[in-house]
């Protein structure tokens, strides 16, 4: 199966920024479209951001347009979310995953943002 490495996370101030990166790894689904998910402490997991396979065309929660960034390199089977002008509400453990996923898809450890006021 499919194997997920979410990385970068860490801590932030308020305004600050992070990178973060997903390499998948194993029996990856093709040429599919990837997103970032995060889930927030007695909170369900949300979608934050989508990227087609090619990288044209990406979508994001109203919660983080005009702050985050997706892209992908498909030479490296990686995913990345670029985080500007990060807020508290933006704490969380962050995952990737394809688009759509479902809670019974199988998810990496994810990468724990935290942001300080």
């Known amino acids: 199966q499919v194997q997920l490495v979410e990385s970068g996370g860490g801590l932030a101030q308020a305004g600050g920024s992070l990178r973060l990166s997903c390499a998948a790894s194993?029996?990856?689904?093709?040429?599919?479209?990837m997103g970032w998910y995060r889930q927030a402490p007695g909170k369900e997991r949300e979608f934050v951001a989508a990227?087609?396979?090619?990288?044209?065309?990406?979508y994001y929660a109203d919660s983080v347009k005009g702050r985050f960034i997706i892209s992908r390199e498909n030479a490296k089977n990686t995913v990345y979310l670029q985080m500007n002008s990060l807020k508290p509400e933006d704490t969380a453990v962050y995952y990737c995953?394809?688009?759509?996923?479902?809670?019974?898809?199988?998810w990496g450890q994810g990468t724990q943002v935290t942001v300080s006021s």
């Open positions: 995953n394809k688009h759509p996923a479902t809670k019974t898809d199988y």
């Open positions: 194993g029996r990856t689904w093709g040429r599919h479209s």
């Open positions: 990227i087609s396979w090619a990288g044209g065309s990406t």
